[in-house]
Structure formats: C-alpha cells, structure tokens
C-alpha cells in the first residue's frame, strides 16, 4: 500500500462537475492498494494516517495527529501510485491491485481511519476526478507498507 499524504488548509474532490468530497484543515490522503496488501496493511497505514504527528503545536513543532487538531480526512483512491515506471515510457500498473480487490481494500481503509473517530469523505473509486488543494507548509509524507506480491 502507498499513500501520499499531504497536511492541508482545505481540499476537495470533484466529479463531473459535483464535489463529492471536501474538507477544511486536515489530510489530503492519495491511496494506492498493490497486489498483495491485505488487512495488515490497510490497519498499519490507517492507524499511521490517523497518529502521524505532522500538525504543530503551540510552539510551532510537528506534534499532533489530526485528531488533535479536529482536522478530517479526504481519502482518495489513486492506483497510479502503484505504477512501476523503471523501464521503457510507458507505466506498468501490473503492481496495483485489481479494482475489485483495490475498491474493497480501500473502503475497509476508510473504515478503519473512522473507527479513529475521524471524519474521512472520499473521491469516487475509478472515477476521472479533479482533486484540488491548498497544502500547507507545504507538508508532505510518502506513507509505504508491502503485502506479500501474488497473496
């Protein structure tokens, strides 16, 4: 699983023309499932999202988690995180998870980011999405934890 996960003063998903995800202070979280990941996974990068201690404190340092803040989480579902680009021009998704697999992978990341007591909208899975951004600082994290390839 990779996700690229970016501290925000607001962001919003939008599909055709309709926001189907927006929040104000909080996590702009792209998300990639690979072929392999499975609950394990999906509950370590959730529980790392939802602790990471990137948000600052009084004193200006990076010492609060979102849930310290009452920032939310938007999580969108981004499978060319999981592109392999070392040969030739042309990116290889044989690594991303299939929809079905990567679709419910996903929603259970979502689920779990709740059950931290977080507000998590989302994009719409496998839909063309514009996502739209205001990152501050800018702050931004690579977060990456391997499922075992063909599990």
């Known amino acids: ?21 927006a929040i104000e202070k909080g996590l702009l979280a792209l998300v990639a499932v690979e072929r392999g990941d499975g609950k394990g996974e999906i509950e370590w990068c959730a529980r790392k999202t939802a602790e990471l201690r ?15 803040t009452g920032g939310d989480v938007l999580a969108v579902s981004q499978f060319t995180l999981a592109a392999n ?8 998704f044989t690594n991303a998870a299939s929809p079905e697999e990567g679709k419910a992978l996903f929603d259970r990341f ?16 496998g839909a063309m999405m514009d996502v739209e951004l205001v990152n501050e600082g800018p702050v931004t994290f690579v977060i990456e934890r391997r499922g075992a390839p063909g599990a």
């Open 85 to 92: 680009i070392r040969k030739g021009r042309r990116p290889s």
């Open 54 to 68: 990137i948000f600052p404190d009084d004193d200006g340092r990076m010492n609060r988690d979102v849930r310290e």
């Open 1 to 21: 699983m990779r996700i690229v996960l970016q501290r925000v003063r607001h962001a919003s998903v939008t599909v055709a023309g309709e926001v189907v995800g």
């Open 110 to 125: 979502c689920g779990m980011l709740r059950s931290f007591d977080l507000t998590v909208p989302t994009g719409r899975f």
